[in-house]
């Protein structure tokens, strides 16, 4: 039976609803919030859902004083959360609460990698392509209050993830594997305007993605596989969002091309 936790989280996410942080309640380490995650992720499976891919939160260090976190997490991502955002650029927001925009880079893999390639290695032999994308997060936990462990047994916060254009991994990276080293973002909404830079993100989103490899194989936890989508954090503060709403990227220092989506209830 999975832990009376890791079921009030599952049904508060289907439910579109919210818990009080658990460690409100009890000591939680890291570890106890990733084995609550792998029960969900046993029962999310075990209902049809399919893992396609990782998601990698709190890779960018100027906000981990925003959120009292000092240190990455990850968690899954499913079939049911992966989509392409449409040539209309309209996004459905998800049934989700106090649902946030975080602009990000994902890559999607050809190989496994191996836990000692360097990040040389996993541009040019691990991945297949990049692509600008967008990731829906949520707060299982009123008001965005949490630690690190309640992040990790919630889902990693993830809601969705809707992909940019694909670009071929030799174009986006060049031929040294750097061309996603060193390039800035700009995220603009209504009445606001962000920046950010892949440096923010771990050093860069490469260097995010060699974090995930070496953290999976220091907890045995499932390593990543050939097709799998990792999406490597957020290049600025993540964003409230509501439907109605238009929000564009402008990337500059990249092959990747920036996005404009509205969101629709």
Known sequence: MPDKDAAALLEAYDSGTQVAPLSDNHALTLDKGYGLAAQIHAMRTARGER????????????????????????????????????????????????????????????????????????????????????????????????????????FGMHGALWLGDRVAAAPAFGPDGKGLDAFTLTLSGPNECHTGASQDVLGSPLLALAHLVGTLTAQNAPALQAGDVITTGTLTDARPIHAGQRWRTDLSGTALPGLDVTFSA
């Open 51 to 154: 893992p396609v891919g990782r998601k990698i939160g709190f890779t960018n260090r100027t906000i981990w004083p925003i959120y009292n976190v000092n240190a990455p997490v990850w968690g899954w991502i499913y079939d049911s959360t992966l989509h392409d955002i449409p040539a209309d650029g309209v996004i459905a927001l998800p049934n989700l609460p106090e649902v946030r925009l975080e602009p990000e880079i994902a890559f999607g893999l050809s190989r496994a990698p191996e836990p000692d390639m360097t990040p040389l290695d996993l541009a040019t032999i691990c991945i297949d392509w990049a692509a600008h994308s967008l990731e829906l997060v949520f707060s299982a936990y009123p008001g965005w209050r949490f630690t690190a462990p309640d992040t990790a047994a919630a």
